[in-house]
């Protein structure tokens, strides 16, 4: 690989991937379900371990882990048996076992599985850039198709559903392509940090507006200008991406919850 396709894979896979998430985040910041990022996210590492193992493509089997954390969530939660924060719960410690599992049986070096853990942009071939850009077209036209369904999902899923939508189809839709966005990010930003690049966005756009459609906006802007300017300090510094790309996205929330004008109101 050239050094312009380097450059290019980089950058492409940054922006690809700061607003795929970002995107996500929207809905899952704003549905209450901020934790699903973290529960999917060592799903995610823990099937591409299993991957590793197997000698399959780890990128594919994580995508499975969380396909099946997303398809046990969403029955339960609507189940009302055992609330969904519970469940988010009993997912995440299982998936941090299985990884912890998995690790030690990993024969020979462990620098691919911890390149799942930390991530690494810089690696990103064009396969990867394949399975984000797809990710990241599902997630586009699922907002725009799908916008008033969960704009009124978001207000509340009960009154949603007497409405005649599809309020239980629309929310699994949401915990998959959750699934689909963290795995197709695992490897550039990491399983560990993808979950910053999920909620801060958003979270940070929400301390700016509440309109829904502004929301959207402002959250991809601040995904993309986390994933650059995570980028950016990679190559400054000569370190994995995944890190730097996680605090920056803290700095943007940082910035906006200080000049926020909800918090002005708020001290008036």
Avoid at 74 to 88: C, F, H, M, N, Y
Avoid at 114 to 123: D, P
Avoid at 137 to 145: H, K, R
Avoid at 218 to 239: E, M, P, Q, V
Wanted: hydrophobic share 55%; net charge positive.
């Amino acid at each position: 690989m050239d050094v312009y396709s380097f450059m290019f894979y980089s950058w492409a896979g940054a922006i690809l991937t700061g607003l795929t998430c970002s995107l996500i985040g929207v809905m899952i910041v704003t549905m209450g379900i901020s934790f699903i990022g973290v529960c999917m996210s060592h799903a995610a590492f823990a099937g591409a371990l299993a991957g590793i193992i197997m000698r399959i493509n780890p990128v594919f089997s994580a995508f499975i882990f969380c396909f099946i954390v997303a398809a046990i969530l969403g029955p339960v939660s609507d189940r009302g048996e055992i609330k969904a924060d519970t469940t988010l719960g009993i997912i995440f410690t299982s998936s941090i076992g299985l990884s912890f599992l998995l690790l030690p049986m990993i024969p020979g070096s462990k620098s691919e599985s911890l390149r799942f853990l930390w991530g690494n942009i810089l690696t990103v071939s064009d396969t990867d850039l394949m399975i984000v850009g797809i990710v990241c077209l599902l997630v586009l036209i699922s907002v725009i198709a799908f916008f008033k369904e969960i704009q009124l999902l978001i207000f509340n899923r009960i009154i949603a559903a007497s409405t005649g939508i599809p309020a239980k189809q629309i929310y699994y839709l949401v915990l998959f392509l959750c699934g689909a966005a963290i795995t197709a990010s695992i490897k550039a930003v990491g399983g560990l940090l993808v979950f910053a690049l999920i909620v801060n966005p958003a979270a940070a756009a929400y301390q700016i507006t509440y309109d829904l459609k502004k929301l959207f906006l402002l959250s991809s802007i601040f995904g993309i200008a986390s994933g650059c300017l995570g980028l950016f300090s990679a190559f400054l510094f000569n370190i994995p991406a995944g890190a730097p790309i996680a605090l920056c996205s803290v700095l943007i929330f940082i910035t906006a919850t200080i000049f926020s004008p909800k918090r002005r109101f708020h001290a008036r």
